[in-house]
């Protein structure tokens, strides 16, 4: 749903639906293709986060906005 870039252009977050239709949310080191986290929020209805954004001048920490 959203993919968002942090400012060293090498880290990614993400939020998706899974086949389940629960929300999930990837932390993604793009440099060496791998998932540095995942969460899976089982309990949230589909679709409730609407935005991802990093924070400045951080590549670990991020925050979600939605309904």
Do not use: Q
């Not at 999930?24 to 209805?45: E, Q, R, W």
């Amino acid at each position: 749903m959203n993919i968002k870039f942090a400012y060293d252009n090498r880290h990614i977050i993400c939020n998706t639906i899974t086949n389940e239709y629960t929300m999930m949310i990837f932390l993604i080191d793009s440099d060496s293709p791998c998932i540095l986290g995942a969460t899976n929020l089982s309990f949230s209805l589909p679709f409730k986060i609407k935005d991802i954004e990093f924070n400045p001048n951080s590549i670990f920490r991020f925050v979600s906005c939605g309904v």
